[in-house]
């Protein structure tokens, strides 16, 4: 009883943390977004604030999203699983029908319905995991077998992939592919169809940067920096210029002057710079010991997790935000070649930031159940999949 009782306790102080965590990256991103979109909403929106409410308002949207799927039951969720995938689908389908996709920086990435405009590519982020954790989980008897097993998950993943793919997003397509292979390697796919798929995935997807001429240029711009100083190159160039003068305590909140016209994009994709710039070596510290903490949390979540899905599904929500939030520091530090990865909690824009409370949200709900069934019954363990014989 002692054991059952301390282990309760961890788990309860790993959620309170993990909460505490999301707050202190949520803020952090909110603060750091208001200094470096300030300038430039005032120069093109006429309002320094444009940004910064909007984003409050998509916080608090995400807030809500993200206490609604911390509690919310698993097992009522993975019923309407199916439903979230048609509808991720066919939204991402409507961003290539004239009229309601728009175009944007020469991808088709958005739906617009009046003043509101959505991504869905960043629901597919979420949705994607969600469903291969549940079918993984169902099919964990049959991972073996080739056809009723292995080949499910990867067609309904490849289908996305192109889906993203032909929005013009190649970055994204590959960020989600990436984050399933690693639910796949997890749910102990054979290794000989994991690294079947690797040896395909790999030489396929860098033949795919050659059919796009931007690719191409920042992959040259990447291999040789001067270049294209002042075209391919320049976006990143400042970027890293900006981190550069940063120093040790950075120039101060609100200090920062690259942010004023010298960095396209500073208020989203390349936010990072900014918050450097004004935080120093010592903001560097405190980015990367709360990422740190999140992933440590959300993983020590899957391992101590009751049930396959609900291992998969943690692990798949951590790797996701934690990836991103390094993926896009790499590029933005010129440690990668440029790509339209936002960072998560701090980039403008209400699509990202509400995918990102989402996912942590589904992590807090599995760390708390955690909590709660310590030394009780399983999670999850008397739900019923007879209404589902044929599966999807």
């Known amino acids: 009883m002692y054991h059952f009782d301390a282990q309760r306790a961890q788990d309860t102080r790993t959620v309170h943390l993990f909460y505490f965590c999301v707050i ?52 009522t969720l993975r019923k309407f699983i199916l439903p979230f995938v048609i509808v991720a689908a066919f939204l991402c389908i409507l961003t290539m029908v004239p009229g309601i996709g728009i175009e944007r920086y020469g991808a088709s990435r958005w739906i617009e319905i009046g003043s509101l405009s959505y991504q869905p590519s960043e629901m597919v982020k979420f949705i994607l995991p969600l469903y291969l954790a549940h079918l993984l989980d169902k099919k964990a008897s049959s991972l073996e077998r080739f056809s009723s097993g292995f080949l499910p998950p990867v067609v309904v993943t490849g289908f996305f992939f192109a889906l993203i793919y032909m929005q013009n997003n190649f970055s994204t397509a590959v960020f989600i592919l990436f984050n399933a292979m690693i639910i796949f390697f997890l749910a102990g796919m054979r290794f000989r169809y994991f690294f079947t798929a690797v040896a395909l995935i790999v030489p396929i997807s860098a033949l795919l940067i050659f059919t796009k001429e931007h690719r ?39 200090e920062g002057t690259r942010k004023v016209g010298s960095i396209p994009e500073i208020h989203s994709d390349f936010i990072f710079s900014a918050y450097v710039e004004e935080t120093g070596f010592i903001g560097i510290l405190l980015f990367f010991a709360l990422f740190v903490v999140f992933a440590v949390l959300g993983y020590r979540a899957a391992m101590n997790s009751k049930t396959v899905f609900g291992r998969l599904l943690a692990a798949g929500m951590t790797t996701m935000i934690a990836s991103q939030a390094l993926l896009n520091t790499a590029v933005v530090s010129g440690a990668l070649p440029a790509t339209g990865i936002p960072l998560p909690f701090f980039s403008a824009g209400g699509s990202s930031l509400i995918t990102t409370l989402i996912c942590a949200g589904l992590i807090s709900n599995i760390a708390r159940k955690n909590g709660l069934n310590t030394g009780g019954s399983p999670v999850d363990t008397n739900y019923d999949y007879s209404e589902e014989k044929n599966g999807y």
Do not use: C
């Open 24 to 75: 202190l990256l949520l803020g952090t991103g909110l603060v750091t977004l208001y200094s470096a979109s300030f300038a430039f909403a005032a120069r093109f929106f006429h309002d320094g604030n444009y940004f910064i409410i909007r984003q409050l308002i998509f916080a608090g949207i995400g807030v809500l999203a993200f206490f609604v799927f911390s509690r919310i039951k698993l097992e």
């Open 216 to 254: 191409v240029r920042r992959l040259v711009s990447f291999l040789r920096p001067e270049w294209d100083p002042m075209g391919a190159g320049f976006q990143v160039n400042a970027s890293r210029d900006a981190i550069v003068s940063s120093g040790f305590f950075g120039k101060g909140i609100g």
